[in-house]
T-cell receptor, first 112, second 114 residues
Framework: QKEVEQDPGPLSVPEGAIVSLNCTYS??????FMWYRQYSRKGPELLMY????GNKEDGRFTAQVDKSSKYISLFIRDSQPSDSATYLC????????????FGQGTELSVKP | DTAVSQTPKYLVTQMGNDKSIKCEQN?????MYWYKQDSKKFLKIMFS???????INETVPNRFSPKSPDKAHLNLHINSLELGDSAVYFC?????????????FGPGTRLTVL
């Protein structure tokens, strides 16, 4: 089993839709959870991070962690064409020199 | 000011050649990384260096040799290029504090091996 699994999509939604992006992970010891956004032909950039369980909101974006089911989600409200990108969940591994393990990435397209 | 820069942006070469990619960061971070992103967008760590010392080597073929002349630079040299090496290579840097680790990525080098 991979340490982090993510539905690769692609996902296409109309403008204004609510988008749900999801990952599962295997190790219950993981504490930090990150979402990176990658625009076409660019490097990934950190969008949000959460620590342990619960929700974190930033504008139209909400990151959610459910440690009991080892499930992490990113919700995008009122999606915009500018949200079209690949979204990657990532988990830092403690005491391994800054290692991040990434999900496969979900390619999102928001149509006007 | 570019935080993490890579050169070249595109690299097209023949099988069997040797090539290098350079990376520089001006963020003052102590850790730098090389990642490979395949055609399905899967991003996998290859190496990390902390203050010029190799920390992570993720079972990468020894045709790949990273070198860090100082903590602001991390280069990647690839010998005897193979078709399967075609990918986008990203450099990243971070200041690792405990587990939290925001990594800043460069724009990528798109390598095509013919």
């Amino acid at each position: 089993q991979k340490e982090v699994e993510q539905d690769p999509g692609p996902l296409s939604v109309p403008e204004g839709a609510i988008v749900s992006l999801n990952c599962t992970y295997s190790n219950s010891a993981f504490q930090y959870f990150m979402w990176y956004r990658q625009y076409s032909r660019k490097g990934p950039e950190l969008l949000m991070y959460t620590y342990s369980s619960g929700n974190k909101e930033d504008g139209r974006f909400t990151a959610q962690v459910d440690k009991s089911s080892k499930y992490i989600s990113l919700f995008i409200r009122d999606s915009q064409p500018s949200d079209s990108a690949t979204y990657l969940c990532a988990i830092p591994i403690y005491n391994q020199g800054g290692k991040l393990i990434f999900g496969q990435g979900t390619e999102l397209s928001v149509k006007p | 000011d570019t935080a993490v820069s890579q050169t070249p942006k595109y690299l097209v070469t023949q099988m069997g050649n040797d090539k290098s990619i350079k990376c520089e960061q001006n963020l003052g971070h102590d850790t730098m990384y090389w990642y490979k992103q395949d055609s399905k967008k899967f991003l996998k760590i290859m190496f990390s260096y902390n203050n010029k010392e190799l920390i992570i080597n993720e079972t990468v073929p020894n045709r790949f040799s990273p070198k860090s002349p100082d903590k602001a630079h991390l280069n990647l040299h690839i010998n005897s290029l193979e078709l399967g090496d075609s990918a986008v290579y990203f450099c990243a840097s971070s200041q690792v504090t405990g587990t939290y680790n925001e990594q800043f990525f460069g724009p990528g080098t798109r390598l095509t091996v013919l």
